[in-house]
DNA sequence: CGCGTGATTGAAACCCTTCAAGTTTAGTGG
DNA sequence: CCACTAAACTTGAAGGGTTTCAATCACGCG
């Protein structure tokens, strides 16, 4: 007779994404990135969890391994206003609350249960101080994070509810499935409603999804 | 008989606020930094003429001198959105033309006679070789760009043509008496005569100046 | 099943724009 | 220095896009 025992071995995390984004903007090898890998803190965040609030500092940048994350204000009136949203691979923070190391006026939700990365400024230094690839890497993201957004301002401050819809789906098509309407409506500036009559519109107009 | 010949001398190009600028963002000595001083492109610049125009590649950084520039955008139907006023001491460029070599959408112009330095990718390089402080100045300003940039999508987003006004006159009280009330509109995203009226009921509700 | 969240729809109100006209201001040339 | 012109600013009336509020519907989940 046998007896067959499967000891359910202790799960490693898997940080695929991670890993990969780490590959691909630096310059250091497999090797030295798994030792890295070791290192980093990740944690699951349930739906409807916060990774940060207003009033907080800002001590971590989050890398959305799984899941899907959003950063929003809140104004006086207790209205949000989403900032930007954080499926897999993206990066989210307050980059001024850390660097000033003054408290932050965003809330940052994951909206899906997810699985995040907390990068801390030591992480980043460490990182940028091994590869130069990855300091330069940084660098690009940073400007591209300005002229994000720049065409952004550039938007709000011309275009109709109907233009920042069609440029969102434009944009990020995969969040327009993942994302509650109310949410894109409170990134692009408009109410829930005024976007669900500009859907309906756009559907008269037979556009297609 | 004395016979006084005046030779009117080669008159040096004032640049007190620049040289005020690199003194207190680098620590580099004064016969340093007048040294390099020598090496900037100064130019003088008539109200009304360009710095960049859309489709170019943004090839400098400008320091305003003297004077006062702006840097904006004209959408499809003609319309001018104004993204950043740069009075003295202020830098206004595109960042991601020059970073990524890339045709800019914005144009700069002079809205008064101004004297402008302009400032290469390879200036900066140099002195930020040559001054870690002056490194470190700039990451801080970088940080805070951002930061203001997403202070501004959060009041497009919310804030209401007063608001925005109230907010702009408190942020740069200066500008007010220098650029013409139409910019400013542009700039807060509503016409100008939206903000005639919304001056014009501030004034009713007795607000100082 | 019932509850809560999200989405839709309608009607009224509101804010802002548009268009058009008039007024003020500033700059230019005689 | 005044006259002229263009630009900037104001004001009014009408219209449009969005919001607000309220009611209803659809769906997933305990």
Redesign the interface.
């Known amino acids: 007779m046998i007896i067959l025992i499967i000891l359910k071995p202790k799960l490693p995390v898997v940080l695929d994404n991670f890993k990969l984004y780490l590959s691909e903007k630096s310059d250091l090898t497999e090797a030295v990135i798994d030792k890295i890998l070791k290192e980093v803190r990740v944690e699951s965040i349930q739906k409807g969890e916060f990774l940060l609030s207003a009033g907080d500092v800002c001590k971590h940048a989050f890398f959305t391994e799984k899941g899907l994350l959003r950063a929003f204000?809140v104004?006086e009136s207790g209205?949000e206003?989403i900032?930007q949203f954080a499926p897999e691979n993206w990066l989210i923070s307050d980059?001024?609350s850390i660097?000033?190391n003054a408290p932050s006026d965003l809330f940052i939700e994951a909206i899906e249960n997810s699985r995040v990365i907390f990068i801390s400024t030591e992480f980043m230094g460490m990182v940028s101080e091994m590869s130069s690839k990855f300091r330069k890497a940084n660098?690009?993201a940073?400007?591209?994070?300005?002229?994000q957004?720049?065409q952004?301002?550039?938007q709000?401050?011309?275009a109709t509810a109907e233009e920042r819809y069609l440029t969102f789906i434009q944009k990020y098509p995969d969040l327009l499935l993942r994302v509650p309407l109310w949410m894109i409506a409170?990134y692009l500036?408009i109410t829930p409603e005024s976007l669900s009559r500009v859907r309906k519109d756009l559907a008269k107009k037979n556009f297609k999804s």
């Open positions: 204000t104004d209205k206003h900032i980059r001024s660097y000033f660098d690009r940073l400007q591209s994070h300005i002229h957004l720049q952004r301002i550039n709000l401050l011309g409170s500036g």
